[in-house]
């Protein structure tokens, strides 16, 4: 089977892509996958070390907000969609597919479009609770619509059939051991773990009311708190504790770090966890069944973190604070009002389980099988 694989943008839209393409590579050795994304994306770089061939296509996304920065980019964005048509054309001649996948992003956009003008089967696979704009373009015209959230069918035309297979999560955020986990990070049996991050970059409003969550619970619960302060917000974090006095170096209790390398084990270790709500933590917060308090972040297109985050809520399965009412005040009373009721925290858990897709690799390459394979 050839198949060609469409990405970009953020890995939110690529690791899903690498994740199916991987597991197709372990049920068919044989099959020739290749991938196509923009040379100016994280695609490029994400692509190329996992060893797959890259076909570049120059595309841009649009800013909305009008500023000379802006405007430059918009011209530029659309010099390139000018280009875009015939560039995949020829992507598509060349790599001659079976069948293409996109997982969105703007770089989609282009080659899944002519892939259906040329008569090729193809797919797209939409990770957010609210789908966008490439989703909703693409919508009218591939032959079948992957979501990874149910709700997200309200937003997209009604007389299309679509299939929800969740997103693809690596594996070993659903078996990591919790009591191993534990142990390694120097937990007790009885200790409520907590674990909060912003994002490989960071995000300083959560920072900012992390550390203050973390002065409280220092001086009145027992927690252990995991917290990564993302690649631009370390030194600043830092300062920030020392301002009130405490030492990291010296508190047990607490594991700051820039970046955490085995979020697996962290997930498992926790009872709560606090962050963002991208997709695809998302769909790794119900495979590992845990509590959550969600942030969304606002400075994403059309709001769908809002979206996704509220797809748990309305579950259940986690509480949520809008950044624009966040304060160390309210994650305090938040935090404190689930932590006094452990069985609070088992309730949210097992509303996140009951969300979770575990096979979600399988369904979409059953569905990718379904077409591909009818000639």
């Not at 797959?52 to 909305?64: A, M, N």
């Not at 696979?125 to 990874?148: C, I, W």
């Not at 969304?296 to 809008?322: D, R, T």
């Not at 609070?344 to 389980?353: E, M, P, R």
Request: proline share 3%; net charge positive; with cysteine.
């Amino acid at each position: 089977m050839k198949i060609l694989f469409v990405c970009g943008g953020t890995g939110g839209h690529i690791n899903p892509a690498l994740a199916v393409a991987n597991y197709i590579k372990e049920k068919e050795p044989d099959s020739k996958i290749v991938f196509a994304g923009s040379p100016l994306g994280m695609e490029a770089k994400l692509v190329k070390e996992a060893g797959y061939p890259f076909e570049e296509i120059k595309v841009k996304g649009f800013q909305r907000k009008i500023t000379l920065r802006n405007i430059n980019n918009n011209i530029k964005a659309l010099y390139y969609i000018a280009k875009a048509g015939s560039r995949a054309r020829k992507i598509i001649k060349k790599t001659d597919p079976d069948i293409v996948v996109g997982t969105g992003g703007y770089v989609s956009a282009p080659i899944m479009s002519e892939a259906a003008k040329l008569g090729y089967k193809t797919v797209t696979h939409e990770q957010n609770a609210f789908p966008g704009m490439t989703t909703k373009y693409l919508s009218k015209r591939v032959d079948k619509v992957l979501l990874a959230f149910e709700q997200a069918k309200e937003y997209l035309p009604k007389e299309r059939e679509y299939v929800v297979t969740g997103n693809p999560v690596r594996e070993e955020f659903i078996f990591a051991d919790r009591k191993k986990a534990r142990e390694k990070l120097g937990i007790s049996d009885e200790q409520i773990c907590v674990l909060s991050y912003g994002g490989s970059l960071g995000a300083k409003k959560i920072n900012e009311t992390v550390a203050e969550f973390m002065e409280w619970h220092l001086k009145n619960r027992d927690f252990k708190h995991i917290h990564a302060t993302g690649a631009k917000g370390r030194d600043w974090f830092y300062g920030l504790l020392k301002e009130k006095g405490i030492d990291i170096e010296k508190e047990p209790r607490l594991d700051v770090r820039e970046y955490i390398k085995d979020m697996a084990d962290c997930y498992a270790a926790a009872d709560i966890i606090i962050s963002r709500a991208g997709a695809i933590t998302l769909s790794e917060i119900t495979v590992a069944g845990r509590a959550a308090i969600l942030i969304p972040s606002p400075n994403v297109a059309s709001n769908h973190q809002y979206y996704n985050a509220m797809a748990l809520v309305k579950n259940g399965a986690a509480a949520m604070i809008e950044e624009k009412d966040l304060t160390g005040e309210k994650l305090i009373e938040t935090a404190d009002s689930l932590t006094k009721d452990r069985e609070a925290i088992k309730q949210y858990a097992s509303n996140a389980k009951k969300m979770a897709i575990f096979d979600t690799n399988e369904r979409i390459y059953q569905e990718i099988l379904k077409l591909a394979k009818v000639k």
